[in-house]
């Protein structure tokens, strides 16, 4: 059964309807106080001159991130902690995903490793979300629900998604697993799919719109002959599961919201072997499948924006 997917898909827009064309009401602030950022240092020896760079782009009508999405150090390597988590997670799953075992002996894993750190699956009741962690298989797009029947078997190829929050800090990652020996169709997919994330990361460097990065994943996509969700797309994390800016990765280059350093955002794209369109299960009311039946891959990287380029946080 069908539904439309834009609607489902509002939870991670609605983050991103905040448009910051306008000024927010962001305090002014003088150049001896202490910054916004909750650095502690003075505003002149901090994000002063990034915010005089910022308003000449606003000015411009250039989309421009609002400070809340600008980590501080101290966040940032809070951050970083959870992220180890999340990696822990995945390299688990790696070293133990095999044929025979169930999506929800995975959902068990993570939960055990969680609770070892006394983290919390950031999945878990979000919006009503039943587990712990994302389980899809071969057709399935993504937001696959762990389950006591679903066996993996020889040849499936299964995107697991896992996000951790520690000490209120959010991460977020994925990875494709291959259980035995899979076609070597699939296997292309799956390797497309993750290098992908590779042309995308080049264009993740400061004051370059984020657009450049997704139409970079996007030509690359469609030169392997392979299509991209169009619906499902990325997002700012690390304060929150779902922050701005929203993630495209089929758009046009010079489009969306400019790059600073301190942003931190997820590289997701959903790659299809056939045809872009998806639909989502009426059953569950999350499951995400491609509509023409053919497989889908995705990775998931979660990358901070520094002076320089770019800092892979998860992955
Ligand atoms: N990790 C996914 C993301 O990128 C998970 C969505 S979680 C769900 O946001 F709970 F919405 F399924
Ligand atoms: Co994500």
């Known amino acids: 059964m069908k539904r439309n997917v834009l609607e489902y898909n509002t939870m991670r827009k609605k983050v991103s309807d905040q448009s910051l064309f306008e000024k927010e009401v962001e305090e002014k602030i003088g150049r001896n106080d202490v910054c916004w950022c909750g650095s502690g240092k003075k505003y002149k020896k901090c994000h002063c001159d990034m915010d005089v760079r910022l308003d000449d782009y606003r000015n411009k009508g250039v989309l421009v991130p609002a400070r809340r999405i600008i980590k501080n150090a101290v966040q940032i390597e809070g951050i ?29 894993w993570v939960c055990a490793i969680t609770k070892k750190h006394h983290a919390i699956a950031a999945t878990l009741n979000y919006e009503g979300y039943p587990k712990s962690v994302c389980t899809s298989i071969n057709n399935v797009v993504c937001h696959g629900i762990p389950s006591k029947e679903t066996v993996l078997q020889e040849g499936d190829i299964i995107n697991v998604d896992a996000s951790t929050i520690y000490q209120g800090y959010f991460s977020d990652s994925s990875r494709m697993y291959c259980i035995g020996t899979v076609s070597a169709e699939k296997k292309r997919l799956v390797d497309i799919a993750r290098t992908s ?62 790059l600073v350093p301190g942003m931190i955002f997820t590289i997701e794209p959903m790659i299809n072997m056939g045809k872009e369109e998806i639909y989502i299960s009426d059953e569950d009311g999350w499951t995400v499948y491609t509509e023409d039946g053919l497989p889908s891959a995705q990775w998931e990287i979660q990358v901070l924006v520094t002076e320089d380029g770019y800092e892979i946080l998860s992955y």
């Open 80 to 108: 970083r902690e959870s992220a180890k988590i999340n990696i822990e997670i995945l390299d688990y799953i790696d070293a133990h995903i095999k044929t025979g075992i169930t999506t929800q002996e995975i959902d068990d």
């Open 197 to 258: 994330l590779e042309v995308g990361l080049e264009y993740v460097q400061p004051w370059r719109k984020i657009g450049d990065m997704g139409a970079a994943i996007h030509e690359f996509a469609i030169e392997n002959g392979y299509s991209v969700v169009r619906e499902i797309g990325g997002h700012g994390v690390g304060l929150a599961f779902h922050e701005d800016p929203w993630v495209s990765y089929v758009c046009p280059k010079d489009t969306g919201m400019l």
